[in-house]
């Protein structure tokens, strides 16, 4: 199971970027996947997550209204859509994934796959 990030970078204050997410490995399988995101001496949080069928999507609040996750299930690639980005969305975000039928989890202990993470920094 790999899961390869990508779309990360600079931009300034309100600017936006789109994350992606390429999960290969799998076979067949039922996963939900989520982004989380660490900033440098915080603990990994939850961003947003989608359920193996995309038709349930959950966000944190700090980003609601602004991120927007979304997933191709044909090839497999989760995306983050992320505008009007602040300051304090700078981190490195990451991809998970866990094998389940049920909506994405919040916490990072529930997934055993994690991509190797893209930094995203938001100028003032």
């Known amino acids: 199971v790999q899961l390869q990030a990508s779309g990360g970078g600079s931009v300034q204050d309100g600017g936006s970027l789109k994350l992606s997410c390429a999960a290969s490995g799998f076979g067949v399988g039922i996963f939900a996947m989520a982004w989380f995101r660490q900033a440098p001496g915080k603990e990994r949080e939850f961003v947003a997550g989608i359920n193996w069928a995309g038709r349930f999507v959950g966000y944190t609040d700090s980003v609601k209204g602004r991120f927007t996750i979304s997933r191709d299930t044909t090839k497999n690639i989760v995306s983050l859509q992320m505008n009007y980005l602040k300051p304090e969305d700078t981190a490195i975000y990451y991809c998970?994934?866990?094998?389940?039928?049920?909506?994405?989890?919040?916490?990072?202990?529930?997934?055993?796959?994690w991509g190797q993470g893209t930094q995203v920094t938001v100028s003032s």
């Open positions: 998970a994934a866990q094998k389940t039928t049920a909506p994405a989890d919040t916490s990072p202990g529930a997934y055993p796959h």
